[in-house]
């Protein structure tokens, strides 16, 4: 039998994240653990199906979520091209920090 040789090279980027950032704790209790994992996401723009392939959630779930997020001004979306892109808003970034006006929100 012949030999068979290979490299293999270890997958990186975005979807490769081993230590993606936790969901704090009481974020998960105020807006449910799957609505604040998009959240905790949006730390940098994404699109739906961006954000389908790093929460592991179906496309209709992140979309529902995405709406609530919205209308609850934690995020916005702008179109890049062909695609929209949701993004935190200065309140959801202050949110999933903990904090508004550098205060702890203890």
Do not use: F, I, N
Not at 8 to 26: I, K, Q
Request: hydrophobic share 40%; net charge positive.
């Amino acid at each position: 039998m012949g030999r068979h040789y290979a490299l293999v090279y270890p997958c990186s980027g975005t979807l490769a994240e081993p230590g993606r950032a936790p969901v704090p704790e009481a974020l998960g209790r105020l807006l449910g653990p799957a609505r604040a994992r998009v959240l905790v996401l949006l730390a940098a723009p994404k699109s739906t199906t961006h954000l389908v392939a790093l929460s592991g959630q179906g496309l209709g779930s992140v979309g529902r979520h995405l709406k609530v997020l919205l209308d609850s001004g934690l995020v916005r979306r702008r179109r890049a091209g062909r695609s929209v892109l949701y993004y935190r808003t200065p309140l959801g970034d202050a949110l999933v920090a903990g904090d508004t006006d550098g205060r702890s929100m203890e």
